[in-house]
């Protein structure tokens, strides 16, 4: 059996969640839903990111202790997570005791491979994205700096330990050039590697202006770099440093969901201190894109940031998961737009999935007296639907197998669509008057798709699919990949239809 680890990136907890953290921690519910559905044993973490300057600012900010601060603040990221409909294994917080003993046992591993030393760090620093910048990478505007992402930087100067990343350059590329999928989509592939190539320096990994981290063992002058810290996360889960426990050997490597913004601590910094703590690098660190807000970057100062809270109250919740993952391939950017969901909600879940449950579920159970009988006597038409059903299965393997969401729901869409036009081409109220058996075959079928197709939705519109499944009375251990290519080999009885996804008006 395939084992399956998988991670959110941890959440920083200076402000509450938005639309950008649903995103990614619904992505990975829909994978972590997938691989078990496949029959893999999964692991699926998320938590948040609690040290920092940025997080003790936000604190101050709101002149609430900074314990305090940090608990509440990540109450809210956990809160969210059952409202997004997600199932996880394990919540974790960085200012945990097992994190910081974790760390802590990281680092000294780091130390005693002797990929540390002390020295002193002067450059930019900045605390909005929490990254150290080069000269070169700066942006000058009116006479002041800033980072690439537009973040203001301040010039730093203290004595801080380094990691020695420019040893890694070679090793990194060796191990990328030999695991090509194991970052995706290809582009930040690329990327990433173009920028190994163009030489790495050593890294400051700890920081003495501030004391709001993971102290770093023998010298509690010094606080862990923020992100040594947080990347430890995925190893603390797991129970590192005991790597003879059951969880770390059954899940280490684990599959990294992030955004394309925090590619490079993944992709180079974290398999690099791996490598050097004698850790196997990530299987796989997928970068998914950002999502604007009708048309504009979203952000605080704009005062444009969308609420989980509000939009799945407004359009409901798998219909926001649906259209988050069917609207923008995933590693693309997204806008969101009201008329976006509407006409995506109402043209694929309402007059397509929704419609075919509705019409043949509602006139089997009057014509039928809530019974389809099983049969095997299909003709031409139907063993048509009967391969696409197939051929659509095993694509929506291979497009989940490679994370590329929206192309597996673009196939159950167009199973569903072709069903439609078939029941239209077939028109079972007609044969109802003159050929009832005829009628039993093309509303068999047609119920057996329904049910596939469900069963396919199960990792995206759980809550949907479930409900369907419900009025065609699929007990819950056939809810699942077993037999799914094959036709249900029984009688199907039908229950009372329920409205599934009204129209959105706009
Ligand atoms: N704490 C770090 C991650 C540490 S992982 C060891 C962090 N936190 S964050 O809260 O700032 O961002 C978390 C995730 O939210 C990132 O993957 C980021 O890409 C994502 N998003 C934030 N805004 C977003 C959008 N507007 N759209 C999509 N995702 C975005 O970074």
Redesign the pocket.
Known sequence: MNNFYITT????VNDIP????A??TIACDILSRFHKLCGAKVYFLTGT?EHGQKVEKAAIDASIDTNIFVSQMSDNFKKLIPFLGCEIDDFIRTTEPRHKQSSQQFWLKLKNNNQIYLSNYEGWYSVRDEAYYSDKELIKKNNEFFAPTGSPVEWVKEESYFFKLSEWGDKLLAYYTKNPDSILPKTRYNEVVSFIKSGLKDLSISRTTFKWGVEVPDNSKHVMYVWID??C?YLTAIKYPDKSNKLFKDFWPATHI?????LRFHAVYWPAFLMAADIEPPKKIFA????TNEGQK?SKSLGNTIDPYDIINTYGLDQIRYFLFREVPFGNDGDFSKNAIANRVNADLSNNYGNLVQRISTFAKKNCDSQVKNTTNFNKEDNILIDLLKNSFQNYLNFLNDQKIDQSLKVIMNLLSETNAYIDSQAPWNLKKTNIERMNTVLFLSLNIIVKASIMLLPIIPNSANKVLDILNISLKNRNFHNIEQLIDANLNINNPVPIFPRIEK
């Open positions: 990136p941890i959440y920083y938005h639309i950008g953290h995103y990614t990111d947080a990347l996360n992030v955004g394309k913004d925090i998914h894109g950002w999502w979203i």
